[in-house]
């Protein structure tokens, strides 16, 4: 799958809103919140290779990272705040992946977790996913959970995900599900009918 590069300021992708949340381009600013993230043990349980809490460099490394995707492709990560007051709620978005041997577009979401379980994972993923269809004009999405966490597997059936198969992952076993653009445009010509 090859993209054209967007400015994402003339795209209007840097900022947006949600119902309830404002997001933002993450960057290296945003440490502090990242790694309070990176810090709770039963939301790395979920994110983790390990399910360990992640080493303070990879929390550095992935923000540097995220600003090289953002620099090189024109997307990647927001973080989501409370649009009322701005608390950290977490950070989602889309990024380039290489998944079974194959370069996809992947979906990733994470809540803080004293905000677990209110539909914010749905919320972040359901407006990455706008960007990456009608902004981006990708054909095709891919996200993948780890098989216990059947929370994040219910956002993704949610959005209209299906499951593709059963793969590994940085060394552990993954569910991997996709989304095509053409299906997603069907779901929500249903729902808002």
């Known amino acids: 799958m090859i993209l ?5 300021v003339q795209a209007g992708i840097e900022r947006f809103t949600t119902r309830r949340m404002r997001a933002e381009r993450l960057t290296s600013t945003h440490y502090p919140e990242i790694r309070r993230l990176h810090l709770h043990p039963q939301v790395m349980k979920t994110l983790s290779p390990d399910g360990q809490i992640l080493p303070d460099k990879v929390t550095k490394d992935g923000l540097m990272q995220n600003d090289a995707h953002w620099a090189e492709h024109g ?6 705040r409370a649009r009322e007051g701005g608390q950290f709620l977490g950070r989602g978005g889309l990024k380039w992946y290489t998944v079974d041997d194959q370069d996809v577009v992947g979906l990733a979401y994470a809540v803080i977790f004293e905000h677990w379980n209110r539909g914010l994972a749905t919320e972040m993923a359901a407006a ?3 960007i990456g269809f009608e902004q981006l004009a990708l054909p095709e999405v891919a996200s993948w959970t780890l098989p216990f966490n059947v929370a994040s597997q219910r956002v993704m059936e949610k959005l209209g995900f299906r499951h ?4 590994v992952f940085a060394g552990l076993p ?3 599900y996709r989304l095509t653009a053409t299906d997603w445009q069907m779901d929500r010509g249903l729902r808002t009918a």
């Open 4 to 8: 054209t590069r967007i400015d994402p």
């Open 75 to 80: 997307f990647g990560f927001w973080i989501f």
């Open 128 to 130: 990455s996913l706008r």
């Open 164 to 167: 593709e198969s059963d793969i």
């Open 174 to 176: 993954h569910r991997l």
